[in-house]
Nanobody, 127 residues
Framework: QFQLVESGGGLVQPGGFLRLSCAASEFTLDRYAIGWFRQAPGKEREGVLCITRSSTITKYTDSVKGRFTISRDNAKNTVYLEMNSLKPEDTGIYYC????????????????????WGQGTQVTVSS
């Protein structure tokens, strides 16, 4: 079964930096659009950023503008989420998902368009 694996989460102080990774071992990511989502306690999972196979980027959460970036390294079969100037409200479990429709050239902000998910990685921003 195809599965994604997130890593890189942890506890960081406000204003800090984290880089999350999304990797796959059973399939190659370069043919898929990959999205990062997050879920805070008691809230629904929300889209953050998504990158297509042609590296077109779509932002779904205005609160991360200028602070978060998404990129992909096809040679390493990995998609990254770099998070700068972290705030307590960025706390949550971060998930990556893969879209199998549209040949990887379109991103979506809703979770129903994603076929494969990772188990998530916890990000806690606190002093």
């Amino acid at each position: 079964q195809f599965q994604l694996v997130e890593s890189g989460g942890g506890l960081v102080q406000p204003g800090g930096f984290l880089r999350l990774s999304c990797a796959a071992s059973e399939f190659t990511l370069d043919r898929y659009a990959i999205g990062w989502f997050r879920q805070a306690p008691g809230k629904e999972r929300e889209g953050v950023l998504c990158i297509t196979r042609s590296s077109t980027i779509t932002k779904y959460t205005d609160s991360v503008k200028g602070r978060f970036t998404i990129s992909r390294d096809n040679a390493k079969n990995t998609v990254y989420l770099e998070m700068n100037s972290l705030k307590p409200e960025d706390t949550g479990i971060y998930y990556c998902g893969a879209i199998i429709s549209d040949s990887g050239y379109r991103c979506y902000g809703g979770t129903t368009n994603y076929a494969y998910w990772g188990q998530g990685t916890q990000v806690t921003v606190s002093s």
